[in-house]
């Protein structure tokens, strides 16, 4: 069956990723960041759609950063940048965590695992692996300079006296040098794709650079330099396949603003053993891809949810759902009789980043919305329960008590700036825009986001009498270094004063 390819293929925040074929089956692994469970794997059959098949770990090191605990934490940090491949009947993944400083190398004989966690010794950045035909293994990485370094049998460090060299600089780039190393051998020669930006303005651009031997000398310059029209926003990062006739894509990613960086999927051509992306270096507008099972129904990536399925893994959920770390499990509980997620305050915290075990899911391009039913009969004075926009500077919609009374209100952390650049760690309060005193503490919330040509605007309601009523202001989100991920819904309880308060969602549905 012939597919018509839509770009961006999957309209969510799947950024830097991988990709690799097993017979029929294609695997992509992206970066999750600090979201646990984390290093989700997917799953297709046409390149175009996709479906997830995994997650490779529920929790990482189980640090205090990682689990939200006193003042730390790993927004903007954890894993990124996975290597997925496929070696002598075995699944390997690795990656660094940019909070530890560690590269991890997970194995399974499956893709649903389980998973066999183990250290490779040296820290690799944006790091590709790689099986040569003789057996020896590989790590390329790094950013401006580009390393190649074998690694020991065990693959638990380098090599002594292995091939450790740099193959390609970008020292005099004044934005991104070259990062985001792919390494691929093909009919005997050798390439690296990189990622860096033009160095007259930010815009991402891919590289490939090629040897006819390992560590022979790579040569190459840029392969697509191209914004599809869309904000300035260049494509570039990520993995190649070939199909079972032979022909071949790359999967790449393109910056949308505060929804995130989107999966780009590209025809290559080769000519004379070197890559030619997209039709004259541009992504075409219109092209088609080809399934290797014609009859399949994908499950989808984001949805609603009635809380009344039982999940084994996952920490009992719904593999759309992810934790903002990794969860105190003694402070959330599923509810599958009465349909429910019930989050307990395990914590005193100042805002809404700060809290543990906020519940979230990606949000779509170019819009989306979703409400939730609320029942914040237990929370405690100083208590904060509702949805939110999660990011740095998020906004939310819930309910508090105080002074024995049960409140709606709209608080936001507000942009600093527009820049790329990290904003401070928060310590203080949102700020509010809007209170409104309400009889029950059993209410329906909603969320609307507008995310196209980066508008980024995000509005917050609640229901009155079956209709919904805007609260609060238009908040602006943004796409930021401190968090280094797109928007998602939020389902979060948080405690300001005291512990021992509760709230229970229930009826979350996601609209497009």
Excluded at 450 to 455: L, S
Aim: charged share 20%; with cysteine; glycine share 8%.
């Amino acid at each position: 069956m012939i597919k018509e390819v839509q770009n961006p293929i999957i309209p969510l925040d799947y950024p830097d990723p991988d990709v690799i074929r097993v017979a029929d089956t294609y695997y992509m692994v992206t970066t999750t960041m600090h979201f646990m469970p984390g290093c989700e794997i997917l799953r297709s059959y046409d390149l175009v759609n996709w479906e997830h098949a995994t997650f490779v770990y529920d929790q990482l090191d189980s640090t205090p950063a990682q689990k939200l605990e006193e003042h730390a934490n790993i927004y903007g940090r954890g894993m990124w940048a996975a290597t997925i491949r496929y070696h002598k009947n075995k699944f390997y993944i690795i990656f660094v965590a940019n909070d530890t400083r560690t590269t991890y190398l997970y194995t399974s004989a499956n893709i649903e695992g389980p998973w066999q966690k183990s250290i490779i010794e040296g820290f690799y950045h944006d790091c590709s692996l790689f099986f040569d035909d003789d057996e020896r293994a590989y790590l390329v990485y790094g950013n401006k300079d580009i390393w190649l370094t074998e690694l020991n049998n065990e693959l638990t460090g380098p090599k002594h006296d292995g091939i450790h060299k740099i193959i390609v600089t970008d020292h005099n780039n004044p934005n991104l040098g070259y990062e985001g190393a792919h390494f691929y051998k093909i009919n005997g020669k050798y390439y690296v794709f990189l990622i860096h930006s033009l160095p007259d303005r930010w815009m991402r651009v891919q590289a490939c650079y090629q040897s006819n031997s390992i560590d022979g000398q790579y040569v190459g310059g840029d392969v697509l330099q191209d914004t599809r029209d869309y904000c300035g926003q260049g494509v570039a990062q990520g993995g190649i396949v070939d199909t079972p006739e032979g022909e071949w894509y790359a999967i790449l990613f393109q910056d949308h603003g505060a929804v995130g960086r989107l999966p780009v999927l590209l025809p290559i051509e080769w000519n004379e053993d070197y890559p030619v992306f997209g039709v004259a270096g541009k992504v075409p507008k219109v092209f088609k891809a080809t399934s290797t099972r014609p009859i399949h129904s994908y499950t989808p990536l984001v949805s609603g949810d009635d809380f009344k399925t039982t999940y084994p893994q996952y920490y009992g959920l719904d593999p759309k759902w992810q934790f903002n770390h990794e969860p105190n499990e003694s402070g959330f509980k599923v509810n599958t009789n009465e349909g429910y997620f019930e989050i307990s305050t395990t914590k005193v915290v100042k805002n809404l980043t700060q809290a543990p075990n906020t519940l979230t899911q990606r949000m779509l391009l170019p819009s989306c919305s979703a409400e939730v039913q609320l029942d914040a009969t237990d929370l405690m004075e100083g208590d904060f329960a509702g949805l939110c926009a999660f990011q740095g500077a998020y906004g939310f919609v819930g309910v508090t008590k105080a002074n024995g009374q049960y409140y709606l209100v709209m608080h936001s952390r507000e942009l600093d700036n527009m820049s790329l650049q990290a904003m401070d760690h928060d310590h203080a309060p949102g700020k509010e825009w809007g209170r409104v005193a309400i009889d029950s503490p059993i209410v329906t919330l909603k969320l609307k986001a507008d995310f196209d040509q980066m508008k980024d605007v995000t509005q917050f309601y609640y229901q009155d009498n079956g209709l919904f009523k805007q609260i609060g202001i238009d908040h602006k989100v943004a796409f930021k270094l401190d968090h280094f991920t797109g928007c998602r819904f939020g389902l979060f309880c948080f405690a300001t004063k005291e512990l021992e308060g509760s709230a229970r969602f229930s009826t979350f549905k996601y609209l497009k």
